[in-house]
């Protein structure tokens, strides 16, 4: 009785077909002859995939939003590695509430963070920059950073370090050839984990954006909530492509469910 | 003089205390085991000279200079850890080499002494491996020779055998006994094994609940222990109820009616007494010894162990197997013993 | 190790911590205090003290319908991950090594697929000439084409895919945790599997299912995007509505209290209900 039976099976043939569907829709839609929505039932075309070279905004987003995600996923590491040490070696006051502050922002709704932004980013004079970017994006993605980094911090044994210390290895030394290296699994997925929610982020970025920096995610929703046209279903076909190829690797790298089941406990 | 000295060495954990007061002075190359039952403060005594623990008070003199003042980096003592604490993610000989490394030893030389090292612990071959494709007692031995490569002032081990099963410990316990002799390095071993700490040590410390019981050779712990603690903790033993009465000038200890004098200096009233299962011996003479049915007999090769009825309680007895009859279960014998063989302490003293 | 002990977490987490207060803490009470400033359509922002913002939007019977939708759908979204994210975990608990990671793939995957990517879809398949409807009208289950979008229905249906996959992985987690031999000792005493499941896993799983429904309720009462793509500009939740007074009507000063409430009431549901599930789970929990 350990397999699942007929009814289950069945089950989940319906809720993959439920998960699947939209994103089946988008990437058959993209693929369509015609000028407008429709699913290509005479032959395919690349059309729409062409067209999106003739929109340099959508690809100007695009680069924004790599670079975006690749410089706040990288600064929020970089914050998140030590800060991540500190909460799990020592016991010192205020560790909670320092804990809690730092994964805060997965509690705090993103439409709250923006508005919180848009106020202080115009008190201080970065609005629509993109400093403010990607200071707002450090903030977002940090949590998902310190998670991962924390369960590999959490994960080693500290007398591997006290033995780089009895054979003569200072503080700094002893991070970098052997602390560093165990939690590179932890780091390295932080990292992977803190650019995808970056890249992805709408509902923030929405309000600090501006026509000049703005990311791919947010042009798009703009977009699409004048029109809907095969443009915006061959660039989402393209994102969930690309997507698709980034899990793989990744799960090919980490396992999936480690990422998400190791950052699924708080 | 003493090359390594630990006086009145005090750890706290809030308000229990882990480590009370202890003092040890250690010769040059001796190699000494701290023993005792588990949470006894064996590692915590070894976490503080190592510089892992803070101390709450005392010193260790490490040939006149306070190791204390010294960084734990600075120490250069050789640590084996119990989980081997080996790096995972370099080779075996990039283990070995890394205290080198700190030295700042150069490539030739470096490589060179990994080399030696190796040979030493019986790696030779194994330079290239990672730790994780090791078995239990190669990784034993990359941890070894991590330590001993850097030529440290002191060999701390902590409980370096106890993963190992019993046939490749005891032949560890043999490898590690040559090598300190050879080496030559003051070794200070933490084991909850007696039977280890008898087998490798120079002088044991038996601790229990932070405080030390007894310093002394093993032997010498073995055949008179300071306490019924470490009667009992170095191997099984009898304690029984007994008193000692003073007559005229002597005093006799009376076990169930088992009369012996003994010396002058054993408290009197009522007494426990213990007495190993070895020096009980069964005698014929009903005017004797105390009386006792066989429960039980067990043949363990070398020796016999019965567990004899008497009215102290059920007590244990060893006797060499050499090839005389010996009582059969259900028989009534006769226990006794001499009173050399008797550890006396006031009731309550333990 | 070799530092000093009082001062290293300090050094270690200093940094994220300044950027924390500066970034994360001053913001917000940036927006606390907005939320109290006077605003006018030609005057702009001013800052006086005010409570005609809180005032507006506990008493405007237009911001309660907002509110009670917002509400409605999070706990449609909740209700419905749950029936179908329960099972659906445990299903994949159950699979071969192999088919649960492709099939992990496919359930949890989605999660990093842009969110106005997988909305888009959703917003293809409604609308009278969308998917759904089509084939509803071929199967003659309905007469009439019908259109899910800008409607609550569709903002449920669209949310729940997009929300779904948390809560199988919070039930993941749980099952995983479940040490298998008691179903099958469950099993050995003479149990039926159904039996099994509701009385050995189900109650063990319980803690996984509430803190999965936590996570799904917080983000549906937020959501942002999908509402905004198929519930369109008619029909507003609590977001939606706090981005219109933001950047089309331009009243910052109500949009803030707006954001505070919601902020607020999300953020009490959330340390409420995880007070509730520690004392009420922990023997489970350890
Ligand atoms: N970090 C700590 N905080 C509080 N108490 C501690 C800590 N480390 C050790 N102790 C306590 O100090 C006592 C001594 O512990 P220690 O680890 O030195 O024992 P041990 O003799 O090595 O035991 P074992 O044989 O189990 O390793 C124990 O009672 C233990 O609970
Ligand atoms: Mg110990």
Redo the contacts between chains.
């Keep these: 009785?350990?397999?699942?039976g007929a009814l289950?099976?069945a089950?989940?043939a319906t809720?993959?077909t439920?998960?699947?569907?939209?994103?089946?829709?988008?990437c058959a839609?993209a693929f369509t002859p015609e000028g407008y929505?429709s699913?290509p039932t005479k032959g395919f075309s690349l059309r729409w995939f062409k067209a999106i070279l003739n929109y340099p905004e959508f690809l100007r987003a695009f680069r924004d939003s790599l670079w975006l995600a690749a410089l706040s996923s990288t600064i929020a590491i970089g914050?998140?590695v030590?800060?991540a040490?500190?909460?799990a070696?020592?016991r010192?006051p205020g560790?909670e509430a320092?804990t809690a502050?730092?994964l805060?922002?997965l509690?705090?709704?993103?439409?709250?963070?923006g508005?919180?932004?848009?106020?202080?980013f115009s008190?201080i004079g970065l609005s629509g920059s993109f400093l403010g970017l990607i200071?707002?994006h450090?903030?977002v993605v940090?949590p998902f950073a310190l998670r991962l980094v924390l369960a590999a911090s959490y994960g080693i044994?500290q007398?591997?370090?006290?033995?780089?210390?009895?054979?003569?290895?200072?503080?700094f030394?002893?991070f970098r050839?052997?602390t560093l290296?165990?939690i590179m699994p932890g780091v390295v997925s932080g990292w992977v984990l803190a650019f995808?929610n970056s890249?992805?982020e709408?509902?923030m970025t929405?309000?600090i954006a501006s026509p000049s920096t703005t990311t791919l995610?947010v042009r798009?929703?703009l977009y699409?909530?004048d029109n809907?046209d095969p443009l915006?279903?061959s660039i989402?076909?393209s994102?969930?492509l690309m997507?698709?190829v980034?899990?793989?690797v990744l799960?090919r790298l980490f396992?999936?469910?480690r990422l998400?089941?190791g950052s699924?406990?708080s | 003089m003493s090359y390594l000295a630990l006086e009145r060495l005090t750890k706290a954990y809030g308000g229990v205390l882990a480590v009370e007061a202890l003092d040890l002075t250690v010769a040059r190359g001796e190699f000494i085991s701290l023993l005792g039952p588990s949470g006894c403060g064996k590692t915590t005594t070894l976490q503080m000279i190592a510089g892992f623990v803070e101390p709450t008070s005392g010193r260790a003199m490490l040939e006149g200079t306070d190791l204390f003042g010294v960084r734990p980096n600075k120490r250069g003592l050789g640590v084996v850890f119990q989980s081997y604490a080996l790096f995972p993610h370099v080779t075996v000989a990039e283990n070995v080499a890394f205290g080198l490394e700190m030295r700042g030893v150069p490539r030739a030389e470096r490589e060179q002494r990994v080399k030696q090292t190796l040979d030493l612990v019986g790696l030779s071959g194994l330079a290239d491996r990672y730790p994780r494709r090791m078995s239990g007692g190669q990784q034993q031995r990359v941890a070894l020779a991590r330590a001993l490569v850097i030529q440290p002032a002191i060999l701390l081990l902590d409980e370096p055998l106890s993963n190992l099963d019993a046939k490749l410990r005891e032949e560890m316990q043999t490898e590690l006994r040559t090598i300190q002799r050879s080496v030559g390095t003051t070794t200070i071993l933490v084991t909850h094994d007696q039977g280890e700490a008898m087998a490798l040590s120079d002088r044991i410390v038996i601790m229990n609940k932070g405080r030390v019981e007894q310093i002394a050779r093993p032997d010498e712990a073995y055949a008179r222990p300071a306490s019924a603690f470490v009667a009992n903790f170095l191997g099984k033993t009898n304690v029984v109820s007994a008193k000692v009465v003073s007559e005229g000038s002597r005093h006799i200890v009376d076990i169930a009616g088992f009369r012996l004098p003994v010396p002058d200096r054993s408290p009197t009233g009522p007494v426990t007494v213990t007495v190993r299962p070895e020096r009980i011996t069964f005698v014929d003479d009903p005017a004797l010894g105390i009386r006792g049915c066989v429960h039980s007999r067990v043949f363990q090769g070398t020796h016999w162990l019965f567990h004899i009825e008497t009215e102290l309680g059920a007590l244990i007895v060893l006797r060499q197997n050499d090839g005389a009859a010996v009582p059969l279960e259900g028989e009534n014998v006769r226990l006794a013993w001499g009173e050399n063989d008797l550890l006396i302490e006031a009731l309550g003293a333990s | 190790m070799t530092t000093n002990p009082k001062l290293a977490p300090l050094l270690l987490s200093g940094p994220a911590l300044l950027v924390f207060i500066g970034l994360v803490l001053a913001p917000l009470v940036m927006t606390a205090l907005l939320s109290f400033y006077d605003w006018g359509q030609y005057k702009g922002i001013v800052a006086e003290f005010t409570i005609k913002n809180w005032h507006e939007v506990i008493t405007d019977e237009y911001y309660y319908e907002i509110f009670g939708r917002t509400l409605r759908i999070a706990l449609f979204v909740t209700a419905i991950s749950v029936v179908i994210g329960v099972p659906e975990a445990y299903i994949l608990n159950r699979m071969s090594p192999q088919w649960r990671g492709v099939f992990l793939l496919v359930v949890i995957g989605p999660l990093l697929i842009s969110v106005v990517a997988r909305t888009l879809g959703w917003a293809l398949l409604f609308g009278s000439t969308g998917l759904i409807s089509q084939a509803l009208l071929t199967l003659g289950a309905v007469r009439e084409p019908i259109d899910l979008m800008f409607t609550e229905s569709g903002v449920v249906i669209a949310l729940t895919h997009v929300l779904v996959p948390f809560m199988v992985l919070a039930v993941m987690a749980a099952l995983q945790r479940l040490n298998p031999d008691v179903e099958n000792a469950a099993m050995s005493l003479g149990a039926s599997g159904f039996t099994v499941w509701r009385r050995v896993i189900l109650p063990q799983i319980v803690p996984g299912i509430l803190s999965g429904s936590v996570i799904v309720f917080a983000l549906a009462a937020s959501a942002f995007a999908t509402p905004a793509i198929i519930g369109g500009r008619r029909l507003k939740v609590a977001a939606t509505l706090a981005y219109d007074e933001f950047l089309n009507t331009l009243n910052w000063p109500l949009g803030a209290a707006i954001a505070m409430i919601l902020l607020g009431a999300l953020v009490a549901i959330i340390v409420g209900s995880n007070r509730l599930i520690e004392r009420r789970y922990a023997q489970v929990f350890e």
Aim: charged letters at 10%; glycine letters at 2%; zero cysteines.
């Design positions: 009785m350990r397999h699942n289950a099976l089950f989940h809720f993959v439920f998960i699947l569907a939209p994103i089946v829709v988008v839609v929505l699913l914050l998140a030590p800060a040490l500190a909460i070696r020592y010192f560790r320092m502050l730092f805060s922002p509690m705090i709704p993103h439409v709250v963070l508005i919180a932004f848009l106020r202080f008190q200071l707002s450090i903030i940090l044994d007398r591997i370090e006290h033995a780089a210390i009895s054979l003569g290895a200072n503080s030394v002893t050839r052997v290296p165990l995808i890249f992805d709408v509902t929405v309000f995610p798009l929703f699409i909530q809907i915006v279903t989402s076909a994102l969930i997507t698709a980034l899990m793989i799960d396992g999936l469910d998400f089941l699924a406990k």
